[in-house]
């Protein structure tokens, strides 16, 4: 399995953007798909995950009530809808594959190479 993430870009403070992550190779079925973002000089965080199955999603506090995770079955394809983005949500947004459950980076073995999202103020 591959991700390839695209879509992201500048948007100003209070704007929205949607990232995409397209799987290619294995369907993902019991697998989790979970967005994780890194801005300069700080940690990998954890943003939202969904399950591929159920599409149960589990969401940052940082993030809850304006983001939501979705998937395109037919498309293999994960999406991350961002509205009324602040200038802390500025970092680059990685997708990746994991097993069950979690919020740990640790726990996802496949990554995608990343995309920007830059809010300006």
């Known amino acids: 399995v591959q991700l390839q993430a695209s879509g992201g870009g500048l948007v100003q403070t209070g704007g929205s953007l949607r990232v995409s992550c397209a799987a290619s190779?294995?369907?993902?079925?019991?697998?989790?798909l979970g967005w994780f973002r890194q801005a300069p000089g700080k940690k990998r965080d954890f943003v939202a995950l969904?399950?591929?199955?159920?599409?149960?999603?589990i969401y940052a506090d940082s993030v809850k009530g304006r983001f939501t995770i979705s998937r395109d079955k037919a498309e293999n394809t994960v999406y991350l809808q961002m509205n009324s983005l602040k200038a802390e949500d500025t970092a680059v947004y990685y997708c990746?594959?994991?097993?069950?459950?979690?919020?740990?980076?640790?726990?996802?073995?496949?990554w995608g190479q990343g995309t920007q999202v830059t809010v300006s103020s």
């Open positions: 990746a594959k994991g097993r069950y459950r979690s919020t740990e980076s640790a726990d996802y073995d496949i």
């Open positions: 190779g294995r369907t993902f079925s019991s697998s989790v």
């Open positions: 969904i399950s591929w199955g159920a599409g149960t999603t």
